[in-house]
């Protein structure tokens, strides 16, 4: 359980860091854009790249804590044994999920971005740096449930 409060701790002041520095971006290219009559180049492109940040590691984050969205019609209706093996075979789900589409196919984009050496129009960045983060989440996911399914905190 330590581990995954430090991955908490780590993942949450990650957040935080990027949405200030989204917060930073934005005000910046208003700024720049009334200001100043000429709008900065980079803001556009950097307030989606970290808003893709934001939204792929907050989905980490958040399932992690496990506040995430969920239909409880079928859980309600289960016993406690029930509703237990239910959520364990969610995990289950949500993990092969993950692995397949998040991991498997988050490592191939960024493999084929980097082969293609493709990088961001105005930052100039290589795009695999942009897309990596959807293979980090989906490990992180991954994790998370993983260490939900071993504890038992289901």
Known sequence: MKLRKKVDKVLGTALAIIMGVMVINVLW????????????????????????WVGVLGAAYISGKRLHVAIDLLPSRLNKKGQTKL???????????CLAALVIGGLRLVYITFTLKQSSPALQIPLAVVYAIIPISGILI?????????NKQL
């Not at 009559?37 to 950097?46: A, C, G, H, Q, V």
């Open 142 to 150: 991954i994790y998370y449930k993983l260490s939900d399914i071993i």
């Open 29 to 52: 290219q208003v700024f720049t854009r009334f200001a100043m009559d000429t709008p900065s180049s980079f803001t556009d492109e950097l307030a989606r790249y970290l808003m893709i």
């Open 87 to 97: 959520k364990v075979v969610i995990n289950w789900i949500i993990i092969v999920f």
